[in-house]
């Protein structure tokens, strides 16, 4: 006799909606990733001006571009733009 045999009715019950949620959850996932990774191939588009005022090169979207298909590669992008922008007001601090 297993421990799954003498567990109350309960248990059994939540065990599956939670299984459930996380494949949907996954699914929903893969398709906010795929959703934004046409956005992304749309940054491919701008010219360097463009991606310039939004804190950005062409060299940051050929990273991203990288990640395997299942990741977002805007994720990527906003962790890139922030750091960038995180250097440049500390280097502004110590000019300053």
Known sequence: MTAYDIAPESARITATPAAATRVYNRAVGYYRAWKNRRAFYRLGEMSDAELADIGLTRADLFV?????????PTVKLRSIAGLRAASVEELARKVA
């Open 64 to 72: 991203a571009v990288d990640l395997p298909f299942g990741s977002d």
